[in-house]
């Protein structure tokens, strides 16, 4: 079973940064590997919107808005994935999800972690 866990959320004044971070743990390295990986974020009352995904090999896709402030990277080894986010701003508020998707286009969801950007 795929289990994702997001972590690294909090309050944050605007211009600051935050590092998320989604593991697998109980996954093994062969499950772990070929999965595209995504952060989504969600604002109170809005559906959940593409911020970046990153696949198998590396290749890095973001959403217009995060362009040039967020990084998205993934650690194969430790099975996890991160989202480095700088110069945030109050509607970067909300709460950011973690989704593998496999080969098999099979799809799996973290349980969210919250941000707040706020002075």
């Known amino acids: 079973q795929v289990q994702l866990a997001e972590s690294g959320g909090g309050l944050v004044q605007p211009g600051g940064s935050l590092r998320l971070t989604c593991a697998a743990p109980r996954m093994i390295t062969s499950v772990f590997n070929p999965l595209t990986l995504a952060w989504y974020h969600q604002r109170q009352g809005n559906q959940r919107e593409l911020v970046a995904n990153i696949t198998r090999d590396g290749t890095t896709n973001y959403a217009d808005s995060v362009k040039g402030r967020f990084t998205i990277s993934r650690d194969n080894a430790r099975k996890r994935m991160y989202l480095q986010m700088n110069s945030l701003k109050p509607d970067d508020t909300g709460v950011y999800y973690c989704?593998?998707?496999?080969?098999?286009?099979?799809?799996?969801w973290g349980q969210g972690t919250q941000v707040t950007v706020s002075s």
């Open positions: 989704k593998s998707t496999d080969p098999w286009r099979a799809s799996h």
